[in-house]
Every structure is written in structure tokens, then in C-alpha cells.
């Protein structure tokens, strides 16, 4: 099933980094409070530009009783770009599709009205210090779809650098084959 909620509040400053923080934080707080009202095991948000793998959905539904989990690995894409690039240990730090949670181990955000926004990077450490920890995604679970102009850092310039040395020694360590079975995983069409 798929929802459009619409909002009534003013959109956002394109350059106005913490207006966008400020306006996704009530976003997510009002889909949250939706999504309870049809009592999920779990919720992930999910940004619109990013793709997640196919067995995420089953292998969630095989666990409702955990915690939940936080994507360690995944994808950066660019379509300028013909490799994927491979985030082995901190993928949870860079994409805000990241997390499946319990919904009802997600109450802080509900009380978090003083602080203008609230970021992504912090959700893992924050439901440990709660005594509810989640535990990596056994697989990569998501594609972070990048430079396509509404990311807030360069990831292009970062992850693809044109340098004569860091260029090549990333595309050995970190880049990836976009494979055809890779594309089935996620969805991901060629561009076109």
C-alpha cells in the first residue's frame, strides 16, 4: 500500500540547509504517526530517491519480534557513473534510509518538539542508550541514489574522485560492477 500525506506547512529554502532539516524532521513525525494508526511491526523511512533490496520486505516479516535493524552496508549511485560504489561498515551514517524499527521504540522522537531536527546518524546510538538496541542488516539493503542535485554534500566529487591516484585506488577498493542482478535486487532501471 502506498500513502501521499500531504502537509500544510510552507515548503522549505532549497538553500537553506537547516529550514530542509527542520521541515523533513516534521515529515517523518507526521508518516510516523500515520503509520501507527495500521499497528506495522516495524517502519523504515525511506527518502524518495533511494531504492531498497527486494528481500528487505520477507526478511523483516520473518522477524517480528526484533528490535529492528540499521543498514552497516549498502550502495552509492550516481547515473553519471558507470560503478556502484561499496559503503562496507557506515552506511547508516551517510543514508537516511537506514533504519527498520519497532515503531513503538521510536516514542523519543515524539518528545523531541525542542530540538529543530534531529539526524539519522544518532537513531542507532540513541536506542541503545534506551536499552532497545537494533543490529546490522545481515545484507546490503539499499541503494543511496546521489548528484542528482538535492543531496547536501558532493558525493560525487567524494566517492568518484577524478584524482590520478585516489581515482583508480577507489575504483580497486570501494567501486562496484552494476550488475544486472544488482538492478533486479533494487529495482533499478537503466538510465534512459
Request: glycine share 6%.
Amino acid at each position: 500500500m502506498l500513502e501521499f500525506i500531504e502537509v500544510d506547512h510552507p515548503p522549505p529554502s532549497p538553500s537553506d540547509p537547516d529550514e530542509l532539516r527542520m521541515d523533513k524532521k516534521r515529515k517523518l513525525g507526521i508518516a510516523l504517526r500515520r503509520a501507527r494508526e495500521y499497528s506495522p511491526s516495524h517502519v523504515m523511512f525511506l527518502d524518495a530517491d533511494d531504492l531498497v533490496s527486494r528481500r528487505l520486505a520477507a526478511f523483516v516479516a520473518a522477524h517480528p519480534a526484533a528490535n529492528g535493524w540499521y543498514l552497516r552496508s549498502g550502495y552509492f549511485h550516481c547515473e553519471r557513473q558507470p560503478r556502484l560504489h561499496l559503503e562496507r561498515r557506515r552506511f547508516d551514517q551517510w543514508c537516511g534510509s537506514s533504519h527498520i524499527v519497532r515503531p513503538e521504540l521510536l516514542g523519543f522522537l515524539d518528545r523531541m518538539d525542542d530540538r529543530p531536527f534531529y539526524f539519522h546518524t544518532r537513531l542507532t546510538r540513541d536506542l541503545r542508550r534506551q536499552g532497545t538496541p537494533i543490529r546490522p542488516l545481515p545484507f546490503r539493503g539499499a541503494i543511496y541514489s546521489v548528484a542528482h542535485g538535492e543531496n547536501f554534500r558532493d558525493y560525487e566529487r567524494i566517492l568518484w574522485p577524478d584524482h590520478p591516484l585516489l581515482g583508480p585506488l577507489r575504483r580497486i577498493v570501494f567501486h562496484r560492477a552494476l550488475t544486472p542482478d544488482i538492478r533486479t535486487e533494487f529495482g533499478l532501471q537503466p538510465a534512459g
